[in-house]
């Protein structure tokens, strides 16, 4: 049996578009997956537990988690156990239908309401995960969108981080607030929420300096910047966007539990899936946290910051057979 990518009602292939896209990004991880499940489960192989400790393997490779990982196995073992999967094909089924199970409750686009005045969104993660160009992406989405936008440059411990966010502002016409390199983060958050007050700004999007998780004093900052703009509105800020680099695997859960004590993350965009064969992560994050999926990269492009779609995931790591 062959994979397709994913057709209508009417036989017809999908139009060209974000899943042919997200197809591409995660080529890496369909090969390494997809051709071992399908090398594993559409070859009539017999259904024993050398083939369940296989399929282990493909899962864990592709970074799907340890915990994903047994209880897709788990569940795949009991159904055998009551007979209700009869071969190869019909496992990798319902391997499909599991993984979006796991996902789906992940996919929560991030909704902004018209009176929040401004909503404030603090970007964090560690050093080198993409935030800089994840922001100018961030902010030209929501400029196209209708919302007026603002970014505060609270990251004034690297020198080039300011210049580059006011390059991306420049580029897509939203004001940048900053100061000198290594002035005080949390001023600069408290600048920038009063001048995005008195613009009457939708959205206010804060950088912070990218920092180890396990830099105390550099994380305590962190804790600064979310109490100043918490003082100015207790509601702020609404949302704490996590960027994670796909490519560092399952460290990317370490650092998530770190910044979720620190600052209490609300939702998670992961960047450089086309780089890697690790695009299960996704499912080992929506595994492991629950947390809202807001958005992924998908290349280097402006537009190739996407809104995380479950059933076009799933699809373009695990595609239906003809």
């Keep these: 049996m062959t994979l ?28 390494s997956l997809t051709q071992g499940l399908a090398d594993l489960l559409l070859d009539k192989r017999v259904l024993d537990e050398d083939l369940l ?36 094909p019909a496992i990798y089924a319902q391997l499909r ?3 979006l199970e796991i996902v789906q409750p992940c996919a929560r686009p991030l909704l902004i309401p018209g009176d929040a005045g401004p909503f404030v969104i603090m970007i964090v993660g560690v050093n080198g995960v993409g935030k800089t160009t994840t922001i100018g992406k961030l902010a030209q989405r929501l400029l196209s969108s209708g919302l007026q936008v603002m970014i505060a440059a609270a990251d004034t411990f690297r020198a080039a981080a300011i ?25 600069v958050a408290h600048d920038a929420m009063n001048a995005a007050r008195a613009r009457k700004v ?23 910047i979310k109490r100043v703009v918490n003082k100015l509105d ?13 490519v560092t695997g399952q460290n990317a859960l370490s650092q998530l539990e770190h910044f ?7 939702g998670l965009c992961t960047t450089k899936l086309d780089g890697t064969a690790k695009g299960g992560i996704l499912i080992a994050l929506a595994q492991k946290t629950g947390l809202p999926i807001r958005y992924i990269g998908v290349g280097e492009t402006i537009e190739d910051l ?6 076009d995931f799933v699809d373009a790591i695990i595609p239906e057979p003809e």
């Design 163 to 187: 210049e580059q966010l006011q390059t991306w502002g420049a580029r897509a016409g939203v004001p940048v607030i900053a100061q000198h390199t290594g002035a005080d983060a949390a001023a």
């Design 4 to 31: 397709t990518s994913k057709t209508t009602a009417t036989g017809e292939t999908k139009p060209q578009g974000l899943l042919a896209r997200l197809r591409n990004t995660l080529g890496a991880t369909r090969q």
């Design 234 to 246: 207790p509601q702020a800020p609404h949302e704490v966007l996590m960027i994670l680099d796909a």
């Design 306 to 311: 996407v809104e995380f779609n479950a059933e």
């Design 53 to 88: 400790e296989e399929l282990e393997t493909q899962l864990l490779t592709a970074d799907v988690g340890v915990d994903a990982t047994q209880n897709l196995i788990a569940d795949i073992t009991g159904k055998l156990a009551r007979k209700e999967l009869s071969d190869g």
């Design 202 to 224: 939708d959205v206010l999007i804060v950088d912070t300096a990218g920092r180890q998780h396990t830099n105390v004093g550099l994380m305590d900052e962190l804790t600064k």
């Design 97 to 99: 239908q599991s993984i």
């Design 260 to 266: 979720r004590r620190a600052v209490g993350v609300t």
